[in-house]
C-alpha cells in the first residue's frame, strides 16, 4: 500500500485540487437546493401574500385543486414533431386547477386570473408539463420588467391606489405592458373553470422527423360555453364558487378542452410572450384533453408535482424566451421551499392535518 508523501509538491497540488473540486461540486449543490447564494429575479418571483405563511403550500397560485383524466392526440401534428405525446393513443394526465393568488385561503373573486396546469407521461416515460393562464400573453418583455410592474402597480398606503407618477415611469421603461394593464384593467371575471381558455404564452418549437422546427403557442379551448350574465352573478355566491362549480360539473360530465396550436411565421417574435401573434396565423388542433374527476390538493397527486412549462419531450424545444427560463427559476425555488417544509414536518393544512395549537 503507498502512502502519502506531505513534503512532496505534488501531493499537495493534487490535494488542493481535489479540496476546489469537491467544495465546487458542493457549492453547486448548495446552490441548486436555495441554501446558499442569491438569484435575486428568481426569488423575488416567489412571494409569500400573507404572513406567517402556511407552510407546505405553493408560493404562487397556492389556492388550488388536483384532477386527472387523460389525452388524445390528433395524430395529423406527427408530421409537425416527434414526440411520443402525439402518437400514443391515449395518455394519462394529472393536473391542477388553481387561481392566481399567492394566499391559499383566499376567496376565489379575489383575483381574475384562473390557471391549468398538466402534466403528461407517455408510456416510454416521458414528459411533458405545461402551465397556462387565463390571460392570453404576458405584460413584459423580460422577467425585470414584470418585477417593476408590481412595484409601480402597488397600492400606495395612504390612498390605497397606485401611485399615477409611479406607473407612468414604469411604462416608459415598459410600453409594451399598457395594453396588459387595460385588459386586466376590463376584463370580466371568470365565472367557471369549465368555460375558460387557458394560454401558454411562451413559445415552443416542434421538431419534424426530417429536423424541421416550428415555433408554436398554445391554448386549451374549452368546449363548455360560457354563462349567461344571470347565471354568472349567480355563480359568485360563495367563497368557493369556482372549485365548487368544477366539483358539481364533474359529478355528472367530465369536462374537455382542445389543444390548440398557433403556428408562427418568420418575423413573429418567439423570444417575447408581451407580443401576441397575429391572428390570422394558423391553428391546428393537437388533440383533447378530458378531465374525468378532481380530489383536493392536500391528497391528491399534482401536490407535489412542480409544473415547470420548461419540461418537454423529445420532440419538443424551449424557445430562447427569457420569462421561460424565469418561470422555470421560480418554480423550482418555491417547490423546494415548500417540499422541505412537508419533509420536515412543518405542514399540517397543505397536507391534510389538523394544526396542533
Known amino acids: 500500500m503507498s502512502h502519502l508523501n506531505l513534503r512532496s509538491k505534488r501531493t499537495w497540488l493534487a490535494l488542493i485540487l481535489i479540496a476546489i473540486i469537491a467544495t465546487t461540486l ?61 402518437s400514443q393513443p391515449n395518455i394519462p394526465i394529472v393536473g391542477r386547477f388553481s387561481i392566481g393568488t399567492g394566499d391559499p385561503h383566499a376567496v376565489d373573486s379575489s383575483t381574475k386570473t384562473i390557471s391549468m396546469a398538466l402534466l403528461l407521461t407517455t408510456d416510454d416515460k416521458q414528459q411533458w408539463r405545461m ?62 373553470f369549465a368555460n375558460s381558455t387557458f394560454h401558454s404564452v411562451n413559445a415552443f418549437l416542434l421538431v419534424s422527423a426530417d429536423g424541421q422546427k416550428q415555433p408554436i403557442r398554445w391554448m386549451m379551448r374549452p368546449h363548455e360555453a360560457q354563462l349567461s350574465l344571470a347565471e354568472t352573478k349567480q355563480q359568485h355566491t360563495t367563497d368557493n364558487f369556482l372549485f365548487d362549480d368544477l366539483r358539481h360539473t364533474l359529478e355528472e360530465q367530465p369536462l374537455m378542452w382542445d389543444l390548440v396550436l398557433q403556428l408562427a411565421q418568420p418575423n413573429d417574435p418567439i423570444n417575447d410572450p408581451s407580443q401576441p401573434w397575429p391572428q390570422d396565423r394558423q391553428q391546428i388542433i393537437a388533440g383533447t384533453l378530458q378531465v374525468t374527476s378532481v380530489v383536493d390538493q392536500a391528497k391528491g397527486a399534482c401536490r407535489d408535482i412542480n409544473f415547470d412549462p420548461s419540461i418537454v419531450p423529445a420532440g419538443i424545444e424551449v424557445s430562447d424566451d427569457p420569462i421561460l427560463s424565469a418561470r422555470s427559476g421560480a418554480y423550482s425555488h418555491s417547490f423546494n421551499r415548500r417540499e422541505r417544509e412537508i419533509g420536515y414536518g412543518k405542514a399540517t393544512d397543505a397536507v391534510g392535518k389538523q394544526e396542533v395549537k
Open 131 to 192: 402551465a397556462m393562464n387565463n390571460v392570453p400573453y404576458f405584460p413584459t418583455h423580460n422577467p425585470e420588467g414584470f418585477l417593476a410592474m408590481r412595484q409601480a402597480t402597488a397600492p400606495n398606503p395612504e390612498t390605497g391606489k397606485p401611485d399615477p407618477e409611479r406607473v407612468a415611469r414604469f411604462l416608459q421603461e415598459y410600453p409594451e405592458a399598457e395594453k396588459f394593464l387595460k385588459m386586466t384593467a376590463t376584463a370580466a371575471p371568470p365565472d367557471s
Open 26 to 86: 458542493i457549492s453547486a449543490f448548495a446552490w441548486t437546493a436555495g441554501w446558499i447564494g442569491k438569484r435575486q429575479t428568481t426569488e423575488s418571483l416567489v412571494m409569500e401574500a400573507v404572513q406567517p405563511f402556511p407552510a407546505g403550500f405553493r408560493r404562487a397560485h397556492g389556492k388550488g385543486i388536483c384532477y386527472v383524466g387523460n389525452f388524445r392526440p390528433n395524430k395529423d401534428i406527427m408530421s409537425l414533431s416527434t414526440a411520443r405525446v402525439f
